[in-house]
């Protein structure tokens, strides 16, 4: 698990650039915004699962997953990127992973703020390592019972397509996101029916 981390803290976006700008987009669940939350505690993880009373997020591991345990979760936080990781799981089968994170928005920045900022960034980091990436808008999917907007990003590398498919909702002044890092739908589609509904 420590060569994935290390894998997937490359592929993850290590800085967030955002600028300061009003405007309201604070819709009670109006496209991935929420301002019905309560105040921000982090997540739970066990040999079992995550849990997290502040999103509603439950994931349940099955017989072929494996949690992320502190000191791993640790390696990756060592990013400083200003993000809390809370999760990450990986299949044991073919180590693909999903990852839970939580950042603040920043003030006076807006949800599409945000993903704007991060599109740009992304795409940035790739490219100044020489890799291409392609993106697409996802159909939302529901987390903790909230809808989260969906992206994928599909990077090629030695031949191999790598797919980052990222959730992400405003929950208050926070924004929680849920990482997928994969090779095969299938893969994608066992971590997904980790999470109660």
């Known amino acids: 698990m420590k060569k994935l981390a290390l894998l ?4 993850i976006l290590a800085g967030t650039f955002m600028t300061a700008c009003s405007g309201d987009g604070h819709k009670n669940g109006g496209d991935g915004v929420y301002t019905d939350v309560s105040e921000y505690t982090e997540g739970v993880t066990s040999a079992e699962g995550y849990e997290s ?3 509603g997020i439950k994931f349940t591991a099955s017989d072929s ?3 992320a345990d502190d000191e791993e979760l640790a390696e990756i936080a060592a990013l400083e990127d200003g993000a809390i990781y809370e999760m990450m799981a990986t299949d044991n089968t073919n180590y693909d ?3 839970v994170r939580t950042l ?3 003030e006076g920045v ?3 703020d945000y993903l704007t900022a991060q599109l740009d960034s992304i795409k940035s980091q790739y490219e100044a390592n020489g890799l291409n990436v392609e993106y697409s808008e996802l159909d939302n999917a529901t987390f903790g019972g909230r809808s989260y907007r969906g992206a994928l990003y599909t990077v090629s590398m030695n031949g191999t397509a790598i797919y980052q498919c990222v959730y ?3 929950l ?5 996101e849920v990482y997928f890092t994969y090779s095969d739908e299938a893969a994608f589609n066992a971590l997904m029916d980790c999470f109660a509904e």
Do not use: K, P, Q, Y
Not at 8 to 11: D, N, P, S
């Open 110 to 112: 807006t949800f599409e």
């Open 8 to 11: 997937l803290g490359a592929l």
């Open 53 to 55: 009373a502040w999103s």
């Open 104 to 106: 603040s928005a920043g």
């Open 168 to 170: 992400r909702a405003m």
């Open 97 to 99: 992973t999903v990852l």
């Open 65 to 67: 997953i494996t949690m």
């Open 172 to 176: 208050g002044d926070r924004i929680s």
